[in-house]
């Protein structure tokens, strides 16, 4: 029987420690394998009429350069002066091209791009992306995109009344960008590995190279660094197996320690807190004042064929019933103002030392707070000393 039980126990916290553990690859990455970014300038033609207005000079001078290199000169014998009447057309859109390099992408892969207007263009729905070459922080090109845009959206109007899906002056090409050139990294031959955690975490950071030593003690040697770094050195035996050996630690599963945060955004009223969050003996009380002024006018006319009145009379205030007299047949238009004040009565909530998260929630919830209530309590009890968690602001 006691057998019985342990092994219930064990196999309790095995579910336990799996149901609070994450795969390698999901909370860390393998030093040196990362993507880059690249960008680019260029022109999105077809447009109907919906593009730049040319008068700007950077898509006037793109256009001319274009037309340049095809062999059609717009200029004058000045090649200071454009001939702007060929330049009137707003079929045209200067546009910033952006992608991302995934690592170890060959030559001749493709990748989306992303096409953002950065002129006065209105729609680029319908429109195609001139060759538009990609560049890296180095000057290099890595890739060349070209293609027509996919919108998601749309936009039209008339005098009077318009109407719009989405956003109407960013696209994207779906493989529109094809790689012309590969970022050297080589993993062959590697003798040591870096794990970096995507949040670092000197718990966590422990508990991966720990779990590194246990499961592959046979293939690598493992030691965390610091908060975000866990080194690996392979052994000499399995230096030819990088490889295998990625695959097979990236899959492993580590406990992940997370810290006590708050994160509030007040922009949306959007509250978020970790599973570790704890707030000592606290008392909350939370009510709200609504103020309402309310003003109706009041219109007072004389009766019919009253004798008109002298030129700058004024109304009078009869002081008696206090209502206002029309000398000689004058419309007198006054306001009737009132006033109402309303204060919420709240109970005083006391809050136990201690709490889980999901205690505190229905805590609040049980003297009726929304969203918006929930962010000053909250920056209340951390100035007040009782949350134990990072409250952060976005």
Not at 29 to 46: A, E, P
Not at 111 to 131: K, N, P
Not at 256 to 278: D, F, L, Q, Y
Not at 335 to 357: F, N, R, Y
């Amino acid at each position: 029987m006691i057998k019985k039980i342990a092994l219930i126990i064990i196999c309790i916290l095995l579910v336990a420690e799996s149901l609070w553990a994450a795969r390698i690859k999901d909370v860390a990455s393998i030093g040196g394998v990362r993507s880059n970014q690249l960008v680019g300038y260029g022109l999105v033609v077809g447009l109907m009429g919906t593009g730049d207005d040319v008068k700007n000079g950077f898509t006037r001078e793109t256009m001319a350069n274009m037309l340049s290199r095809q062999g059609l000169s717009i200029r004058s014998r000045d090649p200071a002066i454009l001939l702007d009447r060929d330049l009137k057309a707003k079929n045209v859109a200067s546009v910033m091209v952006t992608a991302t390099l995934p690592a170890f992408a060959k030559n001749g892969t493709r990748i989306d791009a992303l096409v953002s207007s950065m002129g006065d263009a209105t729609s680029m729905q319908g429109g195609t992306l001139i060759m538009t070459p990609l560049r890296a922080p180095n000057g290099d090109i890595y890739a060349v995109a070209q293609g027509g845009l996919v919108i998601g959206g749309f936009s039209a109007g008339g005098a009077n009344a318009s109407a719009m899906k989405n956003q109407t002056n960013v696209g994207v090409i779906p493989n529109g960008a094809l790689v012309e050139k590969e970022i050297p990294f080589s993993l062959e031959n590697a003798k040591s590995l870096t794990i970096n955690l995507f949040y670092p975490d000197f718990t966590t950071s422990r508990q991966m190279a720990h779990r590194l030593n246990t499961m592959m003690n046979i293939q690598l040697e493992a030691q965390a660094k610091d908060s975000a770094t866990v080194a690996i050195k392979l052994k000499d035996a399995y230096k030819n197996n990088v490889m295998d050996i990625i695959s097979e630690l990236e899959n492993l599963e580590v406990n992940i320690s997370t810290p006590a945060v708050v994160v509030i955004n007040e922009k949306t009223g959007t509250v978020v807190m970790g599973e570790m969050v704890r707030i000592s003996t606290v008392a909350v009380a939370h009510g709200n004042l609504t103020i309402q002024i309310k003003e109706t006018p009041i219109i007072s006319q004389p009766l019919p064929f009253s004798p008109q009145a002298p030129l700058g009379s004024k109304p009078m205030v009869n002081r008696k019933d206090g209502t206002i007299v029309a000398p000689g047949g004058q419309t007198v238009v006054a306001k009737d103002t009132s006033l109402a004040v309303t204060e919420e009565k709240k109970q005083l909530m006391v809050v136990p030392k201690g709490v889980s998260i999901q205690e505190v929630v229905q805590a609040l919830n049980a003297i009726g707070v929304t969203p918006r209530d929930l962010i000053s309590i909250l920056q209340a009890i951390k100035t007040a000393g009782a949350l134990q968690a990072d409250l952060r602001v976005m």
